[in-house]
């Protein structure tokens, strides 16, 4: 069992940046593939970013390649997304998720635990 936990979500003006955190709870940390996940009012969740397990190997949406970052610290059981030059349509609850695929996940249904979400809000 995984609990995660989200913070740094906030308003920010179009072009500035915010860093997401999410800390795992459980010993295993290193072995999840980790994921960001976000849900606009009125939209599907859509895929972001996500770190392989090795940490080695990162994935993103191409809407925010060149602009986020995902990283993680297995020693705190923390993973990051840094958000710079955001965007009124980044707008949006940003949420983690962890799952045990050896594979990329790009899929919500492939990730078996979640977090409650932390709201971003980009304004123009």
């Known amino acids: 069992q995984v609990q995660l936990v989200e913070s740094g979500g906030g308003l920010v003006q179009a072009g500035g940046s915010l860093r997401l955190s999410c800390v795992a709870s459980?010993?295993?940390?290193?072995?999840?593939?980790m994921g960001w996940f976000r849900q606009a009012p009125g939209k599907e969740r859509e895929f972001v970013a996500a770190i392989m397990w090795g940490g080695g190997n990162t994935y993103y949406t191409d809407s925010v390649k060149g602009r986020f970052t995902i990283s993680r610290d297995n020693a705190k059981n923390t993973v990051y997304l840094q958000m710079n030059s955001l965007k009124p349509e980044d707008t949006a609850v940003y949420s983690c998720?962890?799952?045990?695929?050896?594979?990329?996940?790009?899929?919500?249904?492939?990730?078996?635990?979640w977090g409650q979400g932390t709201q971003v809000t980009v304004s123009s």
């Open positions: 459980g010993r295993t940390f290193s072995s999840y593939t």
């Open positions: 998720a962890a799952t045990g695929a050896r594979g990329f996940a790009r899929s919500q249904y492939e990730y078996a635990y």
